[in-house]
């Protein structure tokens, strides 16, 4: 079975520019969320979908940040204008259901991004 | 609020000595789910178990095992003779029965040296 794919692997750009994180889930699973994780510190939830709507995105700026899941597969990230505190590992995870019984979360290998 | 703390920053240990990482928790819910991921230098997450707030049975998975006691609101991690390869990140999680999404502590990152 194929895993969380996720790319780019590796991005730097300067601040005010534009980028873009792409995610694709394991096959059938209907829950996807995305995850900044800061050097030194936990992955914390930016957004979490269910097939392609939005169950929690309390923690996503929405100033610069948006996400969507377009027919509920696969997902982007975007951030615009960046900011030099948004230099983090971008972590995509999926889980069958956010149901209690099904809330495994499957990882992805990440998006590291640098904002110079 | 809920929250978890992993106070230990860093632990270096010798091959072949057991260790164990602490996990403390708060949540306000009855239902619950606590985790275990480990995080090796690749940075891929990898999901090592998962116990629900109705089971206080501790678990022994090979090398690894778990004491979750909710009396203390812990769920502490022990590994057996270590081993290099155990060198790793390694994150206790929280989650909600209803939504889901995890809550991860700081991380204690572990060395393990021959």
């Known amino acids: 079975e194929a895993g969380v794919a996720q790319s780019p692997r590796y991005k730097i750009i300067e601040k005010r520019q534009s980028v873009a994180f792409w995610c694709n889930p394991i096959?059938?699973?209907?829950?996807l969320y995305w995850y900044q994780q800061i050097l030194g510190q936990g992955p914390k939830l930016l957004i979490q979908f269910q097939n392609n709507g939005v169950v929690d995105d309390s923690q996503l700026p929405k100033d610069r940040f948006s996400a969507e899941r377009l027919k509920g597969v696969d997902s982007t990230l975007k951030i615009q204008p960046a900011k030099l505190e948004d230099s983090a590992v971008y972590l995509c995870?999926?889980?069958?259901?956010?149901?209690?019984?099904?809330?495994?979360?499957?990882f992805g290998p990440g998006t590291r991004l640098t904002v110079l | 609020a809920q929250k978890v703390t992993q106070a230990q920053t860093e632990i270096s240990v010798v091959e072949k000595e057991d260790v164990t990482l602490d996990c403390v928790y708060e949540?306000?819910?009855?239902?619950?789910?606590l985790f275990w991921y480990k995080q090796p230098p690749s940075g891929e997450l990898v999901f090592l178990i998962r116990?629900?707030?109705?089971?206080?049975q501790n678990e022994i998975s090979g090398r690894y095992s778990w004491n979750f006691q909710k009396s203390t609101s812990s769920f502490n991690f022990t590994i057996t003779a270590s081993q290099v390869v155990d060198s790793a990140v390694y994150f206790c999680?929280?989650?909600?029965?209803?939504?889901?999404?995890?809550?991860f502590g700081k991380g204690t990152k572990l060395s393990v040296k021959p």
């Open positions: 096959s059938g699973h209907a829950t």
């Open positions: 999680a929280l989650s909600e029965a209803v939504r889901g999404n995890l809550i």
């Open positions: 995870a999926s889980s069958l259901s956010h149901r209690s019984s099904y809330n495994e979360q499957f």
């Open positions: 116990r629900n707030s109705f089971d206080e």
């Open positions: 949540t306000r819910d009855t239902t619950y789910y």
